[in-house]
């Protein structure tokens, strides 16, 4: 059961109109980094999750991200107010209500225009929201790992969007929902530890004749080593070595047939074979340069 309290998490003052930044803030409204698709993640984790202390906390941090998309939408409805009334009332010429609300020099007048200045479930560029975004595969040592990474993207975003704008109560919205994508982290890294073991994950051991090897497949200047590629827990792999097929097999793709489906391919690679003498015509050479003249070919 949903309750719906109408005070914001966190309020939204905003100094002024403004259609361009309105624009901008859709990429953490229905961007792929944003709350929707934050709060859709942890909502179908809750759902399936087995353990009740995970299950809480993916529910509450889901519920919480839908507070923020409020507040994002809030922001981006602000800044639209200006631009919203003059478009739906036609108060000023053509040329100066297009000028202002392509002031921004981005897709302002799209959101303005389709949208009426609302906050609709699209990205900064105008890219519908989709539930591709959410990446949960239903192992908990994945999905907890793919969290962190989305709080921390979700997190950079807010960065970047708060460089963008010297109003000071949008500043300070976004310095929040940026605080809380850390807050987020860590008990989602907390969550992560508290499974022994989390590495690797899933059940299935990894094969112990890979599991610690690095293979050196980029070469030439810039090479480096760390311990990321190298040192006593990695069997590094350089050169041709590194070109051998691990397994000692031949490196081929091999495949067990009947009598009859070997037949059958052989009759089809005679019938498609190419021929390895002669040199046949193109299409793509009639007309173009010929071999001793340098004319272009004409027709008899």
Known sequence: ?????????????????????????????????????????YFTQALAEEDPGRKDMLMDIATEELSHLEVIGNIVVMLNKGAKGKLAEGVEEEG?????????????????????????????AGVPWTSAYVDTIGEPTADLRSNIAAEARAK??????????DDAGVREALGFLMTREIAHQKSFEKALYSIKPNFPPGKAPGDPRFANVYFNLSRGPGDTTGPWNDGEQWDRRDNDEALVPVDG????????????????????????????????????????VDADGGKKSKKN
């Open 1 to 41: 059961m949903f309750a719906h309290n109408k005070r914001l998490q966190y309020t939204v003052r905003v100094a002024g109109p403004n259609p361009g930044l309105a624009n901008l803030m859709l990429e953490q409204f229905g961007g792929p980094q944003g709350e929707l698709a934050a709060a859709c993640r």
């Open 96 to 124: 100066l209500l297009y000028k202002d609300i392509t002031a921004a020099g981005n897709d302002s007048h799209v959101t303005q225009l389709l949208y009426g200045g609302g906050a609709p479930l699209v990205n900064s």
């Open 156 to 165: 950079i975003v807010y960065e970047r969007l708060i460089n963008l704008t």
């Open 249 to 288: 097999g031949a490196g081929d793709a091999q495949v067990e047939l009947s009598a009859e489906q070997q037949s059958l391919l052989d009759q089809l690679a005679a019938r498609t074979a190419s021929a390895q003498d002669g040199d046949p015509l193109t299409g793509a050479e009639i007309g173009s």
